[in-house]
Structures are given as C-alpha cells and as structure tokens.
C-alpha cells in the first residue's frame, strides 16, 4: 500500500540552526501538506502545495520556512534559523485530488535545545 | 478562532459497546468533512469522510453522521475494541484549501 515516508524520524538541533525535513509523498498525488503538532498541542497546518507553488500558508509560515519539490518526489519543508519553540512533530501529507483525504506520514520529530 | 471543535478531550467506553465521538464547525463553507485516528508518536491515519452532500457514511465498523443545519458530526464506533484506543481528531475543509483539526479526543476502550 503506497504511503508518505518523513525522514529523518528524529532530529536534534541548536537553536539558530537551518533543519531540512524531507518527505516523499505517494507518487501520483498532487497535493502536498505540511503540518505541525507541538507536544500536548493541536495539529496545525503549516502550508499547502500545488503545482510547484505554494497554494495557502498559516501564519506560523513565516519568512523563516520555506518549501521546495526539489526533484518531483521529494517535498521539502526548510526552517532557516530554528527557535526553541519551533520543537514539534511536523507532519507530511499528501491527497490526490482536491476534495479527497490526505495520508500522512509517520512524522519528524524536531527538538531545537 | 476554533473553526473545529471537540468538546470533549477525552471519552472512556467498555469493549463492545458504541463509542460516540462529536464534532462542531463555525465554517458554514467546508464542505469535506474526515476523521483520523492517531496513536502516539505516529502520524494521522485516516478513518472515513463525508461530504456536505450526504448526512450519513458508512464503513465498516465506522459510521460518519453529518448534520449541516447544526454544524455537527459524529462519529460512531460500533462495536468499539481495545484497539480503537487513540486520539481522534475531526478536520475539515473547504474545497481547494487546507484541512482544518478539531484538537482531538482520546477515546479509552476498556476491557
């Protein structure tokens, strides 16, 4: 069964560090999803992605995220100088259609000390 | 601004017995409407959805009941296992935008 693969599942990083969470979303869907969930917290959605260019952002989407489809399978979500309170699970989704559901991948998790 | 709302953080039910998870919206505009399921350290896994088309959808041991008038969903478990325990979390969306999540309910199933 295709799934969403997020590497790395851990990652540990200063603070005012750059962090690149990749994902390679199920190949023949075209919407791809960033969210977040800080520990305790809602899931909270970052940003949205059609045809290469970013369809809807939050306002945690700020000028230090940034993503990228690199190669036409990987989905990258870029956090250019890491905050404390950037520590979350960040979370890859993709759908296949506009109005369909989206499958997740398993996370990564994010500790900025 | 809680667009989706779960009332209830967190729900306990005996095996084998309906275990009823609610879902309230502000948006009249979405018109998808989905449930997750989601353990600890893994990511959402999606359950059954609705459309703003439809009041009710069936899968399985699943059932979606969607209420427009009222702005509410609900999700039925039927018959609920052991295995159901997790966090489930209501989202929806309007077509061409992005899927908003209720905070999430913990259902308990008890032995």
């Known amino acids: 069964e295709p799934e969403v693969t997020q590497t790395p599942s851990h990652q540990v990083t200063q603070m005012g560090q750059e962090v690149i969470l990749r994902c390679v979303p199920i190949?023949?869907?075209?919407?791809f999803y960033w969210y977040r969930q800080i520990l305790g917290q809602k899931v909270e959605f970052l940003v949205s992605?059609?045809?290469?260019?970013?369809?809807?952002k939050s306002e945690i989407f700020d000028d230090q995220f940034s993503v990228e489809r690199p190669d036409g399978s990987n989905f990258t979500l870029k956090i250019r100088s890491t905050k404390l309170e950037d520590s979350a699970m960040y979370f890859c989704?993709?759908?296949?259609?506009?109005?369909?559901?989206?499958?997740f991948g398993q996370g990564t998790r994010l500790t900025v000390v | 601004d809680q667009q989706v709302k779960q009332n209830s953080p967190s729900l306990s039910v005996q095996e084998g017995r309906i275990s009823i998870l609610n879902c309230d919206y502000t948006?009249?505009?979405?018109?998808?409407f989905l449930w997750y399921k989601k353990y600890p350290a893994e990511g959402p896994t999606f359950l059954i959805s609705?459309?703003?088309?439809?009041d009710k959808n069936e899968d399985g041991r699943f059932t979606v009941f969607l209420n427009k008038s009222a702005k509410h969903l609900s999700l039925h478990i039927v018959p609920s296992q052991p295995g159901d325990s997790a966090v489930y979390f209501c989202?929806?969306?309007?077509?061409?935008?992005?899927?908003?999540f209720g905070p999430g309910t913990r259902l308990s199933v008890l032995p």
């Open positions: 992605f059609y045809n290469n260019e970013i369809s809807e």
């Open positions: 948006n009249s505009m979405f018109d998808y």
């Open positions: 609705i459309s703003s088309i439809k």
């Open positions: 989704a993709s759908s296949g259609e506009a109005n369909t559901e989206a499958f």
């Open positions: 989202a929806a969306k309007v077509d061409g935008q992005n899927f908003v």
């Open positions: 190949s023949n869907h075209l919407y």
